[in-house]
């Protein structure tokens, strides 16, 4: 069965204090790590999708690693409005699917 | 172009009760996911439909059920309401081939079961 955990569960950080998030996951052929920001009371907004060890994608602040066993969510320099959970999830090899598995997030919280 | 929508977007209903939550996906998706997020379990998988067919399923109760329709809108139902079922309840269209998509969420549907 598919998993994924996500560490630490929550985190703050001073603005400008760069850290990164953690991913771990097992699963049966690898269609997709996908990388989701979520606010209080809102949905899931999509920020990455890596699909083989050694890919690396950036965004503003953010940047995103794979290897075979874990992705790494970079934070370079947040600040406070990159306060958010951070969702992390895997897509598997049951044909065809777009069933995704989520880890339960990590809570940051960038204070000014 | 317009997100993924989702009505109503809070809902209060006794145990017992039944319940029709409504999503309507980013136009051209044909593939939509239902998910159940809670404090204690996060985001679990409830369904999928592609093409008015249910494709994958998650390890949910019958009493959690779904379709989709020509349009590509698709509903969700839950019946016989327990007070376990209080959750946001999260819809995610997806473009592209089969499988190979990226999920795009909705605001969600916010249910307290009393």
């Known amino acids: 069965e598919d998993q994924v955990t996500q560490s630490p569960e929550a985190l703050r950080l001073q603005e400008g204090e760069s850290s990164s998030l953690n991913c771990s996951y097992t699963v049966s052929g690898l269609r997709g790590l996908f990388w989701y920001r979520q606010d209080p009371g809102k949905g899931p907004e999509f920020l990455f999708t890596l699909y083989s060890a050694g890919e690396e994608k950036e965004k503003e602040r953010l940047k995103a690693t794979l290897t075979k066993k874990e992705s790494f969510l970079h934070i370079t320099a947040p600040k406070p409005e990159d306060s958010a959970t951070y969702l992390c999830?895997?897509?598997?090899?049951?044909?065809?699917?777009?069933?995704?598995?989520f880890g339960k997030g990590t809570k940051l919280t960038v204070n000014p | 172009k317009a997100g993924v929508t989702q009505t109503p977007r809070y809902l209060i209903k006794t145990r017992g009760q039944q319940v029709t939550l409504s999503c309507s996906p980013i136009s051209g998706h044909r593939s939509v996911s239902w998910y159940q997020q809670t404090p204690g379990q996060g985001l679990q998988f409830l369904f999928e439909y592609f093409s008015e067919t249910q494709r994958n399923k998650g390890n949910f109760p019958g009493r959690f059920s779904g379709r989709q329709f020509s349009n590509s809108r698709s509903e969700m139902n839950v019946s016989t309401l327990e007070l376990g079922d209080s959750a946001l309840y999260l819809c995610a269209s997806t473009s592209g081939l089969a499988g190979l998509g990226t999920q795009y969420f909705g605001p969600g549907t916010r249910l307290l079961v009393l």
């Open positions: 999830a895997v897509r598997g090899s049951q044909g065809g699917s777009e069933k995704l598995v």
